[in-house]
């Protein structure tokens, strides 16, 4: 079931909206939270087949689902955001969990450093540093 879901949401257009990956949630999950295993599966499935647009979906997604948003969730999102190349899109999470009042610790910040490295923002990386 899971690779089955993590196909559908990969195979989404890098453009397609929330709604879309609210349906395919709702296949497969009900309205049931998904444990924390799933969740990293899913993630790690996007950054695997490039697809990092879907993550923020995911993510907001699962949010309103009741899906806390702590360190751990961001990490996660932002490593799979790394292994995608998607650099602008891992700040944007990390952004976001900041605004959320998240307190971030030195892996998380890590992670966004790897992925702004990996797609060549060194300036970004090192004012994630400052």
């Known amino acids: ?19 879309r990956v609210e349906s395919i949630l709702d ?26 647009g879907q993550l923020e979906n995911l993510l907001g997604c699962l949010r309103q689902r009741g899906l806390e948003h702590d360190v751990y969730l961001a990490c996660i999102a932002i490593t ?3 292994n995608a190349c998607e650099w602008g899109t891992a700040l944007d999470i990390l952004k976001n969990t900041v605004a959320d009042h ?17 797609g060549g923002q060194w300036a970004k990386a090192l004012g994630l540093l400052a």
């Open 80 to 82: 799979a955001c790394r």
């Open 27 to 52: 296949q497969h999950f009900g309205s049931v939270l998904p444990d924390s295993q799933t969740v990293q599966r899913l993630f790690s499935d996007l950054g695997k087949s490039k697809r990092a």
């Open 102 to 118: 998240v307190e971030l610790n030195t892996i998380t910040y890590n992670a966004a450093v790897s992925a702004c490295e990996k």
């Open 1 to 19: 079931m899971l690779d089955l879901l993590s196909r559908e949401l990969a195979n989404l257009d890098q453009g397609a909206k929330a709604d």
